[in-house]
């Protein structure tokens, strides 16, 4: 029996746990909890968000992810699991969306160490009453506002890592500062979904950590510190606001009182600063070395990669986050992943059987012939009117049109992800269409990539739970990231795909058409 460690994924719709015994290098628990199934009566939340009449609003409640931490330890004690063995926690949280408290988020932590709840005390602490998380698109606007004071696109990329997007949190912010300025000025802190849980776990206002506080267009990428520049252009006051910013690795302090004494941890339990979902699955897939990238086939699609040193795209895309390791990930981010698959799919009535069957028995490059897959609004490229354009083919080809989405996909992860710089020859597929291993040869051909798949889910909270232990060691004897992840990425080594050097050299060919067509299209859009 190990050291204990434990790791929370606070994302969208859910709260995950995963605890791992470190020196048996086994996953020991794991367990989720869906919060509309656990609170859709109290917080009246639908898959995770409220309802709103504007489509571009998409907000959350942040005490509901307060309490079901509170919920998921109730959970864990009642499945037998002794506390007293974990050593530290950490955890994941949704990135960029956002929580507004006033001075009074101080003494609601002072207090909740003596009470046993943790919604007592809580009513008057938020200026905000929601958070607005990664969903929300409403702030055009403030982000056309935000690049423009920072000099344009190509510098605000080089300042903050990312151009401004809307779901950044320093958009949200600016467009709180202008609609509610008696409320922004009550604001005492700003915290990010993960600082801000990081905080009830710790009983202290938890600091910003480095990768996540990368998706706020807030922090100078390169010094990892907040950005003095993009401050001014955001809101006033902000920097009186913003927790300060620390790398991942950094201790918030030991477990707060009101969970020691309620679920029966040591009292020095450590608490490690709370990170973003995609730096912590970086590590849950074990990404700690260039050439290795991960694609997440969910209903979006994520392409992520370890990088060494920060590299920018000359056209905005994509982004640079902060990596647990200390070095840097990037991230490219298609809101329609399993979305448009699902369209072309269902417009056909084919299972995933056929669809696959198709996918086997047509040539790569699908003699030629080209889609572009804008079936809605999209955001890698951005596409604001969507619109699917059939090169040399109609809509009623059943079999061009599965392999066109496929190909379109694949062909669009490359051509956006070209200024990476990294050459990538390892490719982690994750999410729920990695097991259609049709498409993963599509992937592989593309990328000219080996692409594995991986026996464990949940990587945001596995990374979490792995950073914890990363950082409690660090104390006395640090560890490398290697021997941190050995045991824990369990990659399918028997169903391993290679390129096959034929496809691979038609998808080269057809990859300077596919940015023709898709040049053309942007421009008369
Ligand atoms: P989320 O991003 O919501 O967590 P998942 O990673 O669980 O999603 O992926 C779910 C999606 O996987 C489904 O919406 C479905 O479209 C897709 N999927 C499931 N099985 C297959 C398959 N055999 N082939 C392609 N896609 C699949
Ligand atoms: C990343 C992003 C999403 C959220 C989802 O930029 O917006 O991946 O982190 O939780």
């Not at 606070?10 to 609170?39: C, H, P």
């Not at 489509?55 to 959970?75: C, G, N, R, S």
């Not at 889910?457 to 050995?486: F, M, T």
């Not at 038609?506 to 008369?524: G, H, N, P, R, T």
């Amino acid at each position: 029996m190990g050291d204990l460690f434990l790791g929370f994924d606070s994302s969208t719709q859910s709260l995950t746990a995963t605890m791992i015994d470190f020196s048996e290098r086994k996953v020991i628990y794991q367990n989720s909890i869906g919060f509309d199934e656990a609170f859709k009566a109290k917080y009246g939340v639908t898959n995770g968000v409220l309802p709103n009449k504007n489509p571009l609003i998409v907000h959350a409640p942040p005490l509901m992810w307060a309490e079901a931490l509170d919920k998921m330890f109730a959970t864990m004690k009642a499945h037998g699991i002794d506390f007293s063995r974990i050593k530290a926690i950490s955890g994941s949280g949704q990135q960029h969306g956002s929580v507004y408290l006033n001075e009074k988020f101080h003494s609601y932590l002072e207090k909740m160490k003596d009470s046993d709840s943790i919604v007592a005390n809580a009513e008057n602490i938020f200026t905000r009453k929601t958070s607005p998380i990664w969903m929300d698109t409403s702030t055009e606007k403030e982000c056309e506002e935000i690049r423009r004071s920072l000099g344009g696109m190509q510098t605000t990329v080089e300042i903050t890592g990312s151009d401004a997007f809307a779901r950044f949190t320093g958009p949200q912010i600016r467009k709180f500062f202008k609609e509610e300025r008696v409320a922004y000025e009550e604001t005492a802190i700003i915290h990010l979904v993960s600082s801000f849980l990081s905080s009830i776990l710790a009983g202290v206002s938890s600091p910003i950590d480095r990768g996540d506080g990368a998706g706020m267009n807030l922090m100078d990428i390169k010094s990892g510190k907040w950005s003095k520049k993009a401050f001014e252009a955001t809101a006033e006051n902000l920097s009186s606001k913003m927790p300060d910013v620390k790398p991942c690795d950094t201790i918030v302090g030991d477990i707060n009182p009101y969970f020691a004494k309620k679920y029966g941890f040591i009292s020095d339990t450590k608490c490690v600063i709370w990170s973003g979902d995609n730096p912590n699955s970086l590590i849950g897939v074990g990404l700690i070395r260039e050439g290795q990238a991960a694609f997440s086939l969910g209903t979006s699609d994520v392409y992520y990669a370890y990088m060494k040193d920060p590299k920018f795209s000359d056209k905005g895309e994509g982004h640079v986050f902060g990596a647990p390791t200390g070095d840097y990930m990037t991230l490219l981010v298609y809101l329609n992943g399993s979305l448009s698959r699902e369209k072309v799919r269902n417009a056909y009535g084919l299972s995933w059987d056929e669809f696959s069957n198709i996918l086997a028995k047509t040539e790569p490059g699908n003699g030629g012939r080209i889609m572009l897959p804008y079936f809605s609004p999209e955001i890698t490229p951005v596409i604001t009117r969507p619109k699917v354009m059939r090169y040399g083919f109609g809509e009623k080809d059943v079999e061009a049109n599965v392999r066109g989405i496929i190909e379109a996909q694949m062909l669009s992860s490359r051509l956006h992800s070209e200024w990476m710089g990294v050459e990538t020859n390892t490719i982690y597929a994750t999410g729920g269409a990695s097991k259609n291993r049709e498409i993963l040869h599509v992937m592989s051909n593309v990328h000219n990539a080996r692409v594995y798949t991986f026996a464990v889910s949940n990587s945001a909270s596995l990374g979490a739970a792995l950073r914890a232990a990363e950082a409690y060691y660090k104390q006395s004897r640090p560890l490398s990231w290697e021997s941190v992840i050995d045991g824990f990425v369990h990659i399918d080594m028997k169903n391993v795909i290679q390129p096959d050097a034929k496809a691979v050299k038609v998808y080269d060919a057809m990859l300077s058409q596919y940015a023709e067509k898709e040049k053309a299209f942007l421009a008369s859009n």
